[in-house]
């Protein structure tokens, strides 16, 4: 057998053995389901429903699930009457309609269990939270130490604001001393959580935060100085700022345009190689926009102890900074940079 058969061959093995894992595929062919695993698309979806009891006391169907839904199926009366648990199916729906659309799936997937690092589990209240950061992920880290028992707090304010990125490793699913088997029934099984915004005003936020002002001298350093380095032709190396200073907003998206999405930083890595989301189905998807009520909502959801809240917040005015931003790019560089982000654009119905 030639060498370039023998790889077909373990390509395909490994897109048969990543369906078997998540149940079934992104896909509506009742006989392909069949084939891989052995029942109908009907067969699974009704299996599903035996399997998992309903969170909120109805039924819900989901749409695209390769990891399944927790929901199992969503009660037409529940939706007239409940507004936010019809959005809730909007955004599923969105997503689902978004991923079917790729032909390319394997991009979408996660390829091995480090892709996963972003899936942080609490076993008590059987729910995993996929962490975004510049999505409220510190305060959502300090309640899911909470949640989770790793801290005795009772208000997530009170835990220090560096303690969540420490110990976060600590809730993270793919670390858990359990066999492949077990964590993937968690992610069938468990009600999963999803904070997303828009995508451009995430990045915004990433630059101000890390490169802005003092910003980070770790991502100063770190990326500042290179991609002034590597931009700025004008300039010889020895007038690019040693500290990383300085960076203006259109070296960094210049940067981020010429260098592969899966190797980015994670506080601008798009969803889509974040939290899989065309692998991963999420029944709670939160937006920044009405992140107090979908907090709230998942909160009660999964029955988190009644006095735990997600604390009141201002979000941030980084809206209101997105088009002096976006107005420093050239049209090109604006198509360019949508290229990077159009599934996250696509899959959670923002507009650029």
Not at 103 to 132: F, G, W
Not at 221 to 235: A, D, E, N, P, V
Not at 238 to 248: C, E, Q, R, Y
């Amino acid at each position: 057998m030639c060498r370039w058969t023998r790889r077909l061959l373990s390509l395909a093995a490994f897109a048969i053995m990543w369906t078997l894992w998540h149940g079934q595929l992104l896909t509506e062919d009742p006989g392909t389901l069949t084939a891989l695993t052995g029942e109908s698309a009907g067969e699974k979806r009704s299996n599903a429903t035996k399997r998992i009891s309903s969170l909120e006391g109805s039924t819900v169907q989901g749409t695209h699930s390769t990891t399944g839904s927790s929901v199992a199926n969503i009660n037409a009366t529940v939706t007239e009457q409940d507004p936010w648990t019809a959005e809730q199916v909007r955004r599923r729906e969105a997503v689902a309609r978004a991923c079917r659309g790729w032909h390319n799936l394997k991009e979408n997937l996660p390829k091995s269990r480090s892709d996963l690092i972003h899936l942080l589990v609490d076993d008590r209240h059987k729910a995993i939270y996929c962490y975004v950061p510049k999505v409220a992920c510190t305060t959502w880290k300090r309640l899911w130490l909470i949640l989770s028992g790793i801290s005795n707090a009772t208000n997530p304010l009170d835990i220090p604001e560096e303690k969540p990125h420490v110990d976060h490793h600590k809730m993270m699913l793919v670390k858990q001393p359990y066999n492949t088997t077990y964590l993937q029934r968690k992610l069938y099984t468990y009600t999963k959580f999803l904070v997303v915004r828009d995508p451009y005003e995430r990045l915004v936020s990433a630059f101000r935060d890390k490169f802005e002002g003092t910003g980070s001298a770790y991502y100063q350093q770190s990326y500042g100085y290179h991609i002034m380095k590597k931009y700025r032709h004008t300039f010889r190396g020895a007038d690019i700022p040693k500290s990383g200073k300085g960076l203006t907003f259109t070296e960094f998206v210049r940067y981020i345009i010429d260098h592969p999405s899966e190797r980015a930083d994670e506080h601008w890595k798009p969803y889509s190689l974040l939290c899989y989301p065309c692998a991963i189905q999420y029944d709670v998807i939160s937006k920044y926009e009405t992140l107090a009520e979908d907090s709230e909502r998942f909160l009660r959801l999964i029955k988190a102890p009644e006095d735990l809240h997600f604390p009141a917040f201002n979000p941030s005015n980084t809206s209101a900074l997105l088009s002096s931003y976006m107005g420093r790019l050239s049209s090109r560089q604006r198509k360019a940079l949508r290229r990077n982000y159009q599934k996250d654009f696509r899959m959670f119905q923002y507009q650029e």
